[in-house]
């Protein structure tokens, strides 16, 4: 299954993928705070979802871009950016009420860590557990598993840093940016992600906008092999 | 090619450095937890020499050992005071948490933490080397993360209430979770709060414009400028920033010395320099290709010569190197590579230029006209250079 990202609201650019792509996608994956550099999904989360679900594709997962230095930094940052991240998110459900948590009660949260970016432990340790151990809305479930976008076959500290991770701090899933064969919504390359050695690719990244000359302003993404990815987004159920 | 021997002038970090307004001073704070409380240490090196040229602590008493202690230093252009603002999260209860393994699908059972944030501030005055406060903030539940900025007497704080589980009907009606306050420095308390418009604070670029009101660039397009007298808002759009594509981009925006602000945003190749006095007129306009790596650390992908006449960025995604560009005609001056992909680019106080990479050498030094000065090994990943 297929599906887009994008640091544009859903409103200003389902049209555009739809007329280059000719096809719904599956999911969307739409920015949360802290992305400084984002239209972020919490700040319009009606008309937002209102568009996730005109575009045919009425799940919408969750990512973070902070600013990428604070990755190699300390546990009070990644908490912090946490903290944030998990409360943008708390507002987004609060905000629209057909927009409910994935039945499976497993909603991935990804934190982009781009390719120059080193990861320190301590900024992931304390990312990941105040995500895994949050009480969303109160329910007492837990739905919030920690997950990583980044290129596995940088130099810099990544699949090094999660393999030294232990219990709820190992992230769920691996969203890996490379390799970059380009392709289309309805016909993604064969099943070919970057791999870490301790944690599963699920997602992969397979064309970006600038590198694959798409004029829509989206990336494109499958799911791996037997993973259905919008399983583990927010699912707008009815046109909010 | 030199190899250098780091010498540390600080360990554990609490959060990235600061460098001062004119970039001759670079704040560090750092943590300690000690038997009354946390110790934050604050220490100003010269930006030239790294020699610590200040240094003051103070003893945030109460606050626990599993304690996060977030120290944002503040820098107030045309004043000797460096605010502190302390996110301090402490741990508020346990609880048993049933939740399913994703690796293996089993049920767990473990001991989970609640955690409770707010804020505090502490000046520290460069004259007399005192630190005056903690104040603490009656902003509990609050997120840890903030944006602040100073001018030469106020400190201006963004913060966010943190949502909680019967927060639906608020958020529904769309009020703001996010405060604007504005506090005399050297005071706990604000002389003026009140709603704040979107996006929360999340590490956005904010610079202290000569008037003393503060802007702050948010979701890359557009800047938000904060009246320092009456804390009223303006919003105003980067017409060159375009809408947003699919990848977001580094973004950095600088005060100048004239005035003018020089505003960065490599993802969509192009930086701008815009006239605040004019509702951010754009008054040059440089675009370049996009490099390889535009969003990664560090953010600084392109630099303006401090006279202003020349813009140097990473070279594109396709050659690696450096170029520079005329800024008056937008047109390329010069370029170099050696076929070395840069992630970050910097100008030193000497003027040369500094860029680093992934691999060794992982610094390489440059003249203003491009030429390959040197390189220096590392065993540091470079996230930042001050």
């Given amino acids: ?240 | 090619m030199s190899s250098l021997s780091p010498v540390p002038v600080a360990l554990r970090l609490a959060a990235a450095p600061v460098s001062s307004p004119d970039q001759d001073v670079t704040a560090l704070a750092t943590v300690d937890m000690v038997h009354d409380g946390a110790k934050i240490t604050l220490t100003l090196l010269d930006a030239t020499s790294a020699a610590v040229a200040r240094q003051a602590s103070v003893i945030v008493t109460g606050v626990p050992g599993d304690a996060n202690v977030l120290v944002t230093p503040v820098f107030a252009p045309g004043s000797a005071i460096v605010s502190l603002v302390l996110a301090i999260t402490i741990p508020a209860g346990k609880r048993l948490v049933r939740k399913v393994d994703a690796r293996t699908g089993s049920l767990t059972t473990r001991w989970a933490t609640t955690w409770r944030s707010h804020h505090a501030l502490a000046y520290f005055d460069q004259g007399s080397g005192a630190i005056t406060g903690p104040f603490h903030l009656p902003d509990e539940p609050s997120l840890a993360l903030s944006t602040s900025a100073a001018n030469s007497s106020d400190l201006l704080l963004w913060t966010t209430r943190e949502p909680q589980p019967g927060d639906r009907t608020e958020i529904r009606a769309q009020a703001s979770l996010s405060r604007l306050s504005v506090f005399p420095l050297g005071s706990g308390t604000a002389r003026w709060s009140g709603p704040a418009p979107a996006p929360w604070p999340g590490g956005e670029p904010v610079v202290t414009l000569p008037n003393g009101d503060v802007a702050r660039l948010v979701r890359g397009s557009h800047v938000q400028v904060c009246s320092s007298r009456t804390g009223e808002v303006t919003e105003q759009g980067i017409a060159a920033f375009g809408p947003a594509r699919a990848k977001p981009s580094a973004v950095t925006m600088q005060a100048r010395p004239d005035g003018a602000v020089f505003m960065t945003k490599p993802g969509a190749g192009v930086a701008v320099i815009a006239d605040p006095a004019q509702e951010y007129r754009t008054t040059a306009r440089i675009q370049f290709p996009v490099p390889a790596s535009p969003l990664g650390a560090p953010w600084s992908k392109a630099v303006l010569s401090p006279v202003g006449d020349t813009l140097y960025v990473l070279g594109p995604a396709a050659t690696g190197g450096l170029c520079a560009y005329d800024v008056r005609s937008g047109r390329l001056a010069a370029s170099y590579s050696e076929g070395r992909q840069y992630a970050g680019l910097y100008q030193l106080p000497s003027g040369t230029l500094l860029a680093v990479r992934a691999e060794n050498p992982r610094l390489a030094y440059f003249s203003s006209g491009l030429s390959p000065l040197g390189t220096a090994d590392t065993n540091l990943h470079v996230s930042a250079v001050f």
């Avoid at chain 1, 109160?138 to 997950?147: A, E, M």
Wanted: hydrophobic share 35%; charged share 15%; glycine share 8%.
């Fill in chain 1, 1 to 240: 299954m297929t599906g887009y990202d994008t640091a544009s609201p859903i409103q200003d650019t389902y049209a555009s993928a739809h007329a280059e792509f000719g096809a719904d996608p599956a999911f969307w994956i739409r920015y949360f705070t802290p992305s400084p550099a984002a239209y972020l999904f919490s700040d319009d989360t009606l008309t937002e979802s209102r568009a996730a679900w005109d575009s045919g594709g009425p799940n919408v997962g969750c990512v973070s871009a902070p600013i990428q230095s604070r990755l190699s930094g300390s546990a009070a940052e990644g908490q912090a950016d946490a903290q944030a991240y998990a409360a943008s998110m708390l507002a987004a459900y609060h905000a629209v009420g057909p927009l409910d948590l994935p039945s499976n009660g497993q909603l991935y949260c990804w934190l982009d860590q781009e390719y120059s970016t080193p990861l320190s432990s301590s900024y992931w340790n304390a990312w990941a557990n105040y995500i895994a151990e949050y009480d969303f809305a109160g329910l007492g479930t837990y739905p919030l598993y920690p997950c990583l976008y980044c290129d596995p076959y940088s130099p810099y500290p990544n699949c090094s840093t999660i393999a030294k991770a232990h219990g709820v701090n190992v992230p769920s899933a691996i969203w890996s940016s490379e390799p970059e064969p380009c392709g289309s919504l309805t016909s993604p390359p064969r099943w070919n992600a970057d791999v870490c050695q301790t944690v599963p690719t699920k997602l992969w990244q397979f064309g970006e906008q600038g590198a694959c000359n798409y004029s829509a302003n989206v990336d494109l993404d499958v799911g791996a092999p037997g993973f259905v990815t919008a399983s583990y987004c927010f699912r707008v159920k009815s046109r909010p």
